[in-house]
């Protein structure tokens, strides 16, 4: 019988929440596991994540579901667009998790869809509750609730102590997309 499996957040205002969730998916393929990513913000947003994850199918399979960023970067989506494509994510993300074809779970940055109102907290604790014994639980994003931080089984704070951003520069091709 496999080990149980563990429920992972990542969050905090640093940089490097996806980052740490994409090393332990790539750590996870190469011990022969298979992963699933959701993400449910970045939306249509090509990134290196997408670009290297596509060489790994169909170990590694990320889902990009979220209809872009929430209210920033000339987002003129209605609200209720966001809320329904972030639902219809979990949902995914739930069929695909009982499936059993896979050993861990990434759900990028669920805890912004969850602090932005898109998805009930409860939905998420009902999503951990439904958690297969062996399936190992990544959940990243900003301000994650206590209620979440309460059940896991690791946390880590990314803290910012200095960033690019703050000196004006965009975001850098290979570092943060």
Excluded at 17 to 22: M, N, R, V
Excluded at 45 to 58: A, C, D, F, Q, V
Excluded at 98 to 127: C, Q, R
Aim: include cysteine; glycine fraction near 12%; charged fraction near 30%.
């Amino acid at each position: 019988m496999r080990e149980k499996g563990i429920v992972v957040v990542l969050t905090g205002e640093g940089k490097g929440k996806t980052t740490s969730a994409l090393g332990i998916g790539l750590r996870a393929v190469g011990r022969g596991m298979r992963v699933l990513m959701v993400q449910f913000i970045k939306g249509e947003l090509e990134s290196g994540e997408w670009m290297s994850i596509k060489r790994l199918y169909p170990d590694f399979e990320l889902q990009s579901m979220g209809r872009g960023f929430v209210g920033i970067m000339g987002d003129r989506k209605p609200r209720d667009i966001h809320k329904e494509e972030a639902q219809r994510a979990l949902s995914f993300a739930l069929e695909k998790m009982k499936s059993g074809n896979y050993d861990v779970i990434i759900l990028d940055e669920i805890n912004v869809a969850v602090s932005l109102g898109l998805i009930p907290v409860e939905k998420i604790l009902n999503f951990i509750d439904e958690k297969p014994y062996n399936i190992h639980l990544i959940m990243t994003g900003r301000g994650a609730c206590p209620e979440i931080l309460e059940r896991a089984d690791l946390v880590t704070e990314m803290v910012e102590v200095k960033h690019p951003f703050k000196e004006g520069r965009g975001a850098i091709r290979g570092i943060d997309y």
